[in-house]
């Protein structure tokens, strides 16, 4: 999977190891996308468009009072990330969509893949 939103690793039990293992946690906004084993380099991605699509809306129309409370808490270091942070948010938001969908086309053959098995 090419395309990245905010990475986490934890240690969960691999279905396809049998064991206790290193995983990539891919998340797009607050919502889990992709779990990768780092072992076997297993993934299950999950189809998660319509939640995402809620949860974007949901952060975007909450980021003015995000904003306005930063400024307030510490307004020196709110303004003076704010150049480099605008610049970077289209960028991190075009990851995120890529991440979603790209997670649901997977989901998607391998559904298809297994018969309509869920896995």
């Known amino acids: ?20 293992t290193r995983h990539e946690l891919a998340y797009a906004g ?7 084993c780092l072992t076997c380099r297993t993934s299950i991605e999950r189809d998660v468009r319509r939640r995402y699509l809620q949860d974007l809306r949901h952060r975007m129309l909450s980021k003015p009072a995000r904003m306005a409370r930063r400024l307030r808490r510490h307004p ?13 948010k289209p960028w991190r938001l075009l990851d995120e969509v890529r991440l979603v969908w790209s997670a649901a086309a997977d989901a998607r053959r391998r559904h298809s893949d297994d018969g309509g098995r869920d896995r």
């Open 76 to 88: 020196v270091g709110f303004t003076g990330s704010l150049p480099r942070t605008a610049a970077r």
């Open 1 to 20: 999977m090419g395309a990245k939103g905010t990475i986490e690793h934890a240690t969960l039990a691999c279905h396809r190891c049998g064991r206790e």
């Open 30 to 36: 607050r919502l889990l996308v992709v779990t990768t």
